[in-house]
């Protein structure tokens, strides 16, 4: 992997809005494009205004933090070296929606700011197709079971039906070689 000066990096977000639900954690996904080690650079999270978590002095600084997010937020320390400064937020509540910005002050690129969009759902609609960072995988085990199924019944009509015009032709055969002979 290549590093590359402060100047020559990018903040990056996303153009998608990431869906979580009441309760959940979700990541929101920001990164250094080329990486480069942020490790000693400041970088501030907000959302519509608030301090959501600000990372300074190769630390976490909890005392600018808006007290709403208070305890809820972490970083990936041990990937800022390769340009990974994404947020984990804990326990959403619905108050966490918004629009969030990453941004590196001391960046000399043009583009020292990224931004997401995060879309919280009530905790009513788990099981309705929102996105979290639940990784059990236990709502795609049940959807997986269901295509395995129907492809297990194609597979056995298809035999069937196979078979069945396998002793046709068979019997049109015997049929046509008795009357020949």
């Not at 959940?24 to 205004?49: A, K, M, Q, Y």
């Not at 984990?88 to 583009?111: F, H, I, M």
């Not at 049940?142 to 396998?166: E, P, Y």
Request: glycine residues 8%.
């Amino acid at each position: 992997m290549m590093f590359v000066s402060a100047g020559e990096s990018d903040v990056i977000g996303s153009d998608k809005p990431v869906t979580v639900t009441v309760g959940d954690n979700v990541i929101l996904p920001f990164h250094l494009e080329p990486p480069f080690d942020v490790r000693s650079l400041t970088v501030v999270w907000t959302c519509d205004g608030q301090y959501v978590h600000v990372y300074r002095s190769r630390m976490d600084d909890p005392g600018s933090q808006d007290k709403n997010f208070r305890g809820r937020t972490s970083v990936f320390h041990e990937e800022m070296i390769r340009g990974n400064i994404s947020l984990k937020l804990t326990r959403v509540t619905e108050l966490d929606a918004g629009s969030y910005t990453c941004s590196v002050p001391k960046l000399q690129s043009q583009v020292r700011r990224g931004f997401i969009n995060l879309i919280v759902e009530p905790e009513e609609n788990r099981n309705k197709g929102g996105q979290t960072d639940d990784t059990s995988g236990a709502g795609s085990r049940g959807s997986i079971g269901i295509v395995v199924g129907v492809i297990a019944l194609i597979a056995i009509v298809a035999v069937a039906v196979w078979k069945n015009r396998r002793k046709t032709s068979k019997s049109i055969i015997f049929s046509l070689s008795i009357f020949s002979i």
